[in-house]
């Protein structure tokens, strides 16, 4: 089992997750992922959701892969 940090980023700043989300493999990770990206894109705001990036990083820092808001969201019509 691994812990991953979703830290989320655009060109103009990141938002630094602080706690761990324990998975179990790599398809776990990345369905977690992708359920951050729908939680924040559904909050209510005024957040263009389209140029950020979620980031799935270990507790050393290491990139374990990057997901763009775009492939959860689609194309805008």
């Known amino acids: 089992m691994?812990?991953?940090?979703f830290h989320c980023s655009n060109d103009d700043g990141i938002w630094i997750?602080?706690?761990?989300a324990a998975v179990s493999d790599l398809t776990e990770a990345m369905q977690?992922?992708?359920?951050v990206v729908?939680?924040?894109v559904m909050a209510p705001?005024?957040?263009?959701?389209?140029?950020?990036?979620?980031?799935a990083s270990d507790d050393f820092g290491d990139?374990?892969?990057?997901m763009p808001f775009s492939s959860?969201?689609?194309?805008a019509n």
Do not use: C, N
């Open 72 to 75: 959860v969201l689609g194309k």
């Open 45 to 55: 705001s005024g957040e263009d959701w389209r140029g950020w990036t979620l980031h």
């Open 32 to 35: 977690q992922a992708a359920g």
């Open 38 to 40: 729908r939680s924040l």
């Open 17 to 20: 997750d602080r706690r761990l």
């Open 63 to 66: 990139e374990i892969f990057a």
């Open 2 to 5: 691994a812990q991953l940090f």
